[in-house]
């Protein structure tokens, strides 16, 4: 992964963070949406969420990041924990994997290469950033739309 000049490898974390979110690519986000759509109304209220993917509707490039408090994320198989360092409180890292180089300094050079409010989602594989800043309420309608569009 690349974020600004910076070569990042990932490594086992030492003790994993407190997940914040969990993030899923292709078939994987799809998945993900449609646990999502299972959900009763209090159990979805309790999420946000940030969706996107590409303009011409390109299988696997469909990414869909849930924010939320641990046990309330939900999860599927191919699905990606993300919590948050205390080195880099404005990303959203993998919970079982550290960056290769401090937190610190990938979160500036992330913030240089993205300009956008809110934290940021690092994908480690596939290698990907993703801003949670829109990150809104989940509506159903909203959400069996771009199901839909998959």
């Known amino acids: 992964m690349r974020a600004d000049r910076i070569r990042v490898a990932w490594r086992p974390r030492d003790a994993p963070l407190v997940a914040r979110a969990v993030a899923a690519v292709g078939a994987a986000a799809r998945a993900l949406a449609a646990r ?3 959900l009763d109304d209090a ?42 360092d205390d ?20 979160a500036l050079a992330i913030r240089a290469a993205v300009s956008c409010p809110g934290p940021v989602a690092v994908l480690a594989a596939p290698p990907r950033l993703v801003p949670c800043g829109v990150a809104r309420a989940i509506d159903r309608g909203r959400l069996a739309a771009w199901r839909e569009a998959r």
């Open 87 to 106: 080195a880099a409180p404005e990303l959203l890292l993998p919970t079982a994997l550290a960056p290769s180089v401090p937190p610190g300094v990938l």
């Open 43 to 84: 159990a979805l209220g309790a999420l946000a969420a940030v969706a996107g993917g590409d303009a011409a509707g390109e299988a696997g490039r469909e990414v869909l990041v849930v924010l939320g408090e641990a046990a309330a994320l939900p999860w599927v198989d191919g699905v990606v924990y993300l919590g948050r």
């Open 36 to 38: 999502l759509a299972a």
